[in-house]
């Protein structure tokens, strides 16, 4: 009896270490199951990464893709604009777009090639209406300058002899101060009216320089003594160098304009143009506003010493006095030789 409850002992023992053994044996086996299923998921981050740089090729390719039919788009709306001016309307156009493409292509190339030569047509056209124009605009200023003056233009560049007498002794009236300005000159023999009165003959004439000369004569309201003499040419081109009292006050009139002209015909040479008397007659103006400096009085008064140191050329103003009164007889009127 003993040995049967040995027995039954022992068999109670050997059931309680086989239900441990297979607990812990299901431990074993599920910690290795664990760590094989631990296994694919650290070998599948990879194969997420993986997927992403897929993915962003596959973005990449569907950029190039986006952007490649933008740039047909482009190229289509381009050739729309192209051909935008060749249909005729909208009837035109869907009849044009019925067409095989072929047919289409060869009847606007053809309409693209009428209009661009259109294009160039009215390019030549607007470029010749400019060149026309610049050539009419040169020719006519060029037919101003060319012009003859008229009367009124000569007018304003007539300098009179009280104008002389008052720059005579200016710092500026030397050589070409007036040159191109023109007078009227007492000349030539005189006419004679209806009532048998003789007139003094006047005469425009142009001022070339301002010279100096060796023999001087009485100017001015107060009988001053000057050598400064005007070089003039007349219409016929002769230059002659004449004294400034001989000079007229008075405007030329009608008949001493048309007698300039004819002499300049005469001779075969030009009047003076519209673009030279505007000069002249700045220069005028110019004489008008000068205004004295220091260096100019200085200049003055070492001119009015030298002047008292001269002597007085007693011939030459008894010439002038005989003269002035040869003229002032022949138009029975003192005035207008002093005028």
């Not at 012009?147 to 500026?172: I, K, M, N, Y």
């Not at 138009?331 to 207008?336: G, Q, T």
């Amino acid at each position: 009896m003993a040995d049967d409850l040995d027995d039954a002992l022992f068999s109670l023992a050997a059931g309680r270490n086989k239900p441990a053994s297979k607990k812990r044996s299901r431990k074993n086996s599920e910690s290795e199951d664990e760590g094989a299923i631990s296994d694919p998921e650290s070998e599948e981050a990879p194969r997420k990464k993986k997927s992403g740089n897929s993915k962003t090729s596959a973005g990449s390719k569907r950029g190039k893709k986006v952007q490649s039919e933008e740039e047909d788009d482009d190229d289509d709306d381009s050739e729309f604009d192209d051909q935008e001016g060749l249909f005729e309307n909208e009837e035109d156009r869907r009849k044009l777009m019925a067409m095989t493409e072929l047919e289409r292509e060869m009847i606007l190339a053809d309409r693209a090639e009428a209009r661009d030569k259109e294009r160039q047509r009215k390019q030549l056209l607007q470029q010749r209406a400019v060149m026309d124009k610049a050539f009419l605009m040169t020719g006519s200023s060029a037919k101003q300058s060319a012009e003859e003056a008229s009367l009124e233009e000569l007018l304003g560049c007539q300098v009179t002899r009280g104008q002389l007498e008052d720059w005579v002794t200016q710092p500026f009236f030397e050589r070409d101060a007036l040159s191109g300005c023109v007078v009227r000159m007492a000349y030539g023999p005189g006419t004679r009216d209806t009532a048998g009165h003789t007139h003094p003959g006047y005469m425009i004439m142009e001022i070339t320089d301002i010279r100096e000369s060796g023999r001087s004569y009485a100017f001015g309201p107060r009988g001053e003594h000057t050598r400064k003499h005007l070089a003039l040419r007349d219409g016929l081109g002769i230059v002659r160098v004449m004294a400034m009292a001989n000079v007229s006050s008075k405007p030329f009139d009608q008949a001493e304009y048309e007698r300039y002209l004819r002499h300049c015909s005469r001779a075969n040479r030009a009047a003076i143009t519209r673009d030279e008397a505007a000069a002249a007659g700045k220069k005028v103006e110019a004489a008008k506003n000068y205004r004295w400096t220091s260096a100019d009085l200085k200049q003055e008064l070492e001119r009015k010493r030298a002047s008292r140191a001269a002597p007085v050329n007693p011939a030459a103003e008894k010439a002038m006095l005989k003269r002035r009164i040869e003229l002032a007889a022949a138009a029975k009127n003192v005035n207008e030789v002093a005028l």
